[in-house]
Structures are given as C-alpha cells and as structure tokens.
C-alpha cells in the first residue's frame, strides 16, 4: 500500500495538523507567520513533534508554498501480547498483526485499542 498524502498550502496550517518533514509524520504545535518585506513574500514557522518518535521538527517555508500532508489510517485492533517495550497489535479488520512501541498507559493481552497508521509506523493512540 502506497502512503497517502495530499497537498496543502503551508500558510494555512494550524496546531494539530498533520505535516511531513524529511518524510516524517509530525504534528503541528505552533506556527509564526512574518509579513513579507519589501520585495520578499510572507514566511511561516512551523514547530511540530514526530508522532512516532517524539522528536522536535522545525519547518520554514514561504506560506504559499505547498507542503505534503499525510493521511494518517486510523484503526482498531486487540492487544495479541506485550513484550517489553514493544505491544503486538492485531487489526481488527484484515487481521494483521503489527509491532508498536509501547504507550504511556497500561495495556495488557486482550485489550481493545485505536491506533493509527502511516506506511510501517503505529502509534497506539486509546484504550477503548
């Protein structure tokens, strides 16, 4: 399955969207718009978090210029096992089983979850 992504203006992109930078699924916590100079046109600082890692992403682009959004699957499955820092997943659809890392909250076997998807990374996002 091909990863989803539409194109949107960066301009208008606002806290809790979704953004790709270098490839990587993040999502918006801030953004700074600079009014254009005298022959320059307006820029916008995006702040965002990688959703699978954590990791603190920056991002400057003028706010006409397009960006790549992804569209992120949201799904449910049942905890099959939890082995150290890594949670098996099994979707409840299709039935395939995933490897996610561990969330902040208890999980044990049997669990009913929401998680979503990008290409091969999970991110266990509620116990239902």
């Known amino acids: 399955m091909v990863d ?3 194109f949107v203006q960066a301009g208008i992109l606002k806290p809790g969207n979704y953004v790709l930078i270098d490839d990587e699924v993040c999502q918006v916590k ?8 005298k022959h320059g046109a307006a820029k916008v600082r995006i702040v965002a978090f ?33 082995v150290g820092t890594v949670v098996n997943v099994m979707d409840s659809e ?12 208890d999980l044990k076997s049997g669990d009913e979850i929401e998680f979503q998807k990008y290409g091969t990374n999970i991110k266990i996002n509620r116990k239902k």
């Open 50 to 82: 990688n959703i699978f890692t954590g990791q603190k992403r920056g991002l400057l682009k003028g706010t006409d210029v397009e960006v790549e959004q992804p569209i992120l699957l949201k799904m449910n499955g049942q905890v099959v096992a939890v």
């Open 4 to 6: 989803e992504k539409k």
């Open 30 to 37: 801030s953004t700074e718009k600079s009014k254009p100079g």
């Open 94 to 105: 299709n039935f395939e089983t995933y490897d996610a890392p561990k969330p902040e909250f």
